[in-house]
């Protein structure tokens, strides 16, 4: 799974970065980045999935890669 951020989205409220700050932080310009692109426990892409929903202007975009099932 891929996890990006788009800075064009992203007001910088800080809501991701709060929340999973091992995974999102704010940059120098107050806007998120993702610090941590690849998880394999499947707890961490649930909550990855639910901070993406959280965003308040969905600039956090989570792609699914072919998986093993
Ligand atoms: S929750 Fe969304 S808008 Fe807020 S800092 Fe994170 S990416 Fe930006």
Excluded at 31 to 54: F, P
């Amino acid at each position: 799974m891929n996890v990006e951020v788009d800075k064009d989205l992203c007001i910088g409220c800080g809501f991701c970065a709060s929340t999973m700050p091992s995974v999102f932080e704010l940059d120098d310009d107050g806007l998120s980045q993702v610090i941590k692109k690849e998880n394999e426990e499947e707890n961490t892409k649930e909550d990855i999935l639910e901070v993406a929903e959280g965003c308040p202007t969905n600039a956090i975009l989570v792609e699914e890669e072919n998986e093993k099932e």
